[in-house]
C-alpha cells in the first residue's frame, strides 16, 4: 500500500552543525511533496515543499532534495538552532491530482548546545 | 491571527458522548480537511471539502462520523457515540488549492 516512511525516528545535532532528515516513499505516482514541522501540542508548521518536477529547493536555512529514481525525500537544515527541535514529518500526495497527503511517523530532532 | 483556528483545543468526554469540533480556514482558501493524528503517528486523512461539496471520506470515517461546511467557510466534524479509541488529535488544514496545507493548532480529544 502506499505509505511514507523514515529512517531514523530520532537525531541528535549539535546546535550550528547541519541536520539532514531522510525519508522514503513507495508511491511512484506522487507528484508533490511537502516537509512539516511539528512542536509538542501544536498542529504541523509548512516547512517548504517540492513538485517532482524538481530535484531540488531552497529556503531559509532549509533545503529539501526528492531523487524519484531511488524515491527518497531529505530534509537538510544548516546551523541547527535549538528552536529547531520538534518532530518533523514529510508527506506526499499519493498520486496526481490527490488532494489528501499521506504522512510518515515523523523524525525526532534533538538539538543540543 | 490569519491562520487556521481550532475550537475547542481540548475536550474531555465520557464514552457514548457526542462532540463535535469545529474549524475555521484561512479566508479565501476554498479547500478544507480534516485529519486525525494519534501519540507518535503522523497525520492520517479523514475528509475534505473544496467549498462546501465534501470530496473524499477515508474509510477511517466510520458512521459515527460526520464532517460539514455548509457555506463553503467553516467547518465542523461531529463525533457520535464516542469511544475510547477516538481519543486522538483532530486537525483541521485548508489550502488555496494548490496542495500546499496549512493546519490549525488542533483538537485535543481524551475519551474516558
Known amino acids: 500500500g502506499e505509505s511514507v516512511g523514515l529512517h531514523l525516528p530520532t537525531l541528535s545535532v549539535q546546535e550550528g552543525d547541519n541536520s539532514i532528515i531522510n525519508c522514503a516513499y513507495s508511491?511512484?505516482?506522487?507528484?508533490?511533496f511537502i516537509w512539516y514541522k511539528q512542536e509538542s501540542g501544536k498542529g504541523p508548521q509548512f516547512i517548504i515543499d517540492i513538485r517532482s518536477n524538481m530535484d531540488k529547493r531552497q529556503g531559509q536555512r532549509v533545503t529539501v532534495l526528492l531523487n524519484k529514481t531511488v524515491k527518497h525525500l531529505s530534509l537538510q537544515i544548516a546551523a541547527t538552532q535549538p528552536g529547531d527541535s520538534a518532530v518533523y514529518f514529510c508527506?506526499?500526495?499519493?498520486?496526481?491530482?490527490?488532494?489528501?497527503?499521506?504522512f510518515g511517523t515523523g523524525t525526532r530532532l534533538q538539538v543540543f548546545p | 491571527d490569519t491562520g487556521v483556528s481550532q475550537d475547542p483545543r481540548h475536550k474531555i468526554t465520557k464514552r457514548g458522548q457526542n462532540v463535535t469540533f469545529r474549524c475555521d480556514p484561512i479566508s479565501e482558501h476554498n479547500r478544507l480537511y480534516w485529519y486525525r493524528q494519534t501519540l507518535g503517528q503522523g497525520p492520517e486523512f479523514l475528509t475534505y471539502?473544496?467549498?462546501?461539496?465534501?470530496?473524499?471520506k477515508s474509510r477511517l470515517l466510520s458512521d459515527r462520523f460526520s464532517a460539514e461546511r455548509p457555506k463553503g467557510s467553516f467547518s465542523t466534524l461531529e463525533i457520535q457515540r464516542t469511544e475510547q479509541g477516538d481519543s486522538a488529535m483532530y486537525l483541521c488544514?485548508?489550502?488555496?488549492?494548490?496542495?500546499?496545507?496549512?493546519f490549525g493548532p488542533g483538537t485535543r480529544l481524551t475519551v474516558l
Open positions: 488544514a485548508s489550502s488555496p488549492g494548490n496542495n500546499e496545507q496549512f
Open positions: 471539502f473544496q467549498n462546501e461539496a465534501q470530496l473524499e
Open positions: 508527506a506526499e500526495n499519493g498520486a496526481y491530482n490527490t488532494d489528501k497527503l499521506i
Open positions: 508511491n511512484s505516482a506522487s507528484d508533490y
